[in-house]
């Protein structure tokens, strides 16, 4: 996944509301987190609470905005093509952010941290719920005392009464996709079949095929995993409105708060 898809991952996810997701985490963080949106050296050396982590970062987007609101970042995607995008953007803007390669399944720190975060529904690409269950205590394991996790996930609701078994298809003069979404009420699993046309010079395009899997999860199953993984429930938002979630809700923002560790 996100090989080819990466070159114009940015292009296709323009709409994307980058800086909505970004004041929503920072006003979180200073509701319920223990990180703090400023860049003093001693201080981080000091305490680890300071350093926030973007976990399935993708291209960096939303990590470089999170940096210039002042928070000291980390950003993780197992995506190579990805992140080498991320590093071009570090590059150009200077800002210093540290990138690991690494599956969220598998996440490895060099310390504690005060925030982690993962949005855009990277945590639906997760289609067990042992794996879910064991992303939840990595997570738990590295955040500092009182640190919080936030995340947001696509509902089962959304994939059954929304998405599943539709075509979204958009043409543009340089870069044009054909994107199908096969759902299995069975399995709870969505397919999505991408089909991307990219223009490489003149009139000659590259056509290129990725195939996506991902999970809907309900409200019900994300808290009882929670409460497995040792984090306890702090807030429940529709994502969409930012108010309390409905039946109707197609993707719902989690706060999480460790739990466990001694101050």
């Not at 970004?22 to 305490?47: C, F, H, M, T």
């Not at 803007?93 to 996440?107: H, P, V």
């Not at 720190?109 to 855009?120: A, E």
């Amino acid at each position: 996944m996100y090989q080819d898809f990466a070159a114009v991952y940015d292009e296709l996810m323009d709409d994307t509301p980058y800086e909505k997701w970004g004041e929503r985490i920072d006003s979180l963080i200073k509701k319920y987190g223990v990180s703090k949106p400023e860049r003093n050296v001693e201080e981080v050396l000091a305490s680890e609470r300071n350093l926030v982590v973007d976990l399935g970062c993708g291209t960096g987007t939303l990590t470089e905005l999170m940096y210039q609101k002042g928070y000291d970042m980390i950003g993780v995607d197992m995506s190579e093509s990805m992140l080498n995008i991320a590093m071009e953007k570090k590059e150009k803007s200077g800002a210093e952010i540290l990138y690991l390669c690494q599956d969220m399944r598998e996440l490895e720190l060099y310390s504690t941290v005060g925030t982690v975060f993962s949005v855009c529904d990277s945590l639906n690409y997760i289609l067990e719920d042992d794996e879910l269950l064991g992303i939840f205590s990595l997570v738990n394991n590295y955040l500092h005392p009182g640190g919080i996790f936030i995340f947001d996930f696509n509902t089962e609701y959304k994939y059954r009464q929304v998405i599943g078994n539709t075509t979204i298809a958009e043409n543009r003069e340089d870069c044009s996709f054909i994107w199908e979404n096969l759902y299995d009420p069975e399995e709870g699993i969505n397919e999505y079949d991408l089909t991307v046309f990219v223009r490489e010079e003149g009139d000659r395009f590259r056509r290129f095929t990725e195939t996506h899997f991902q999970r809907g999860y309900t409200v019900e199953k994300i808290c009882e995993l929670l409460g497995r993984s040792g984090m306890v429930m702090k807030e429940l938002l529709d994502a969409d409105t930012g108010e309390a979630v409905r039946a109707e809700s197609e993707r719902v923002y989690v706060v999480a708060g460790e739990h466990g560790k001694n101050i």
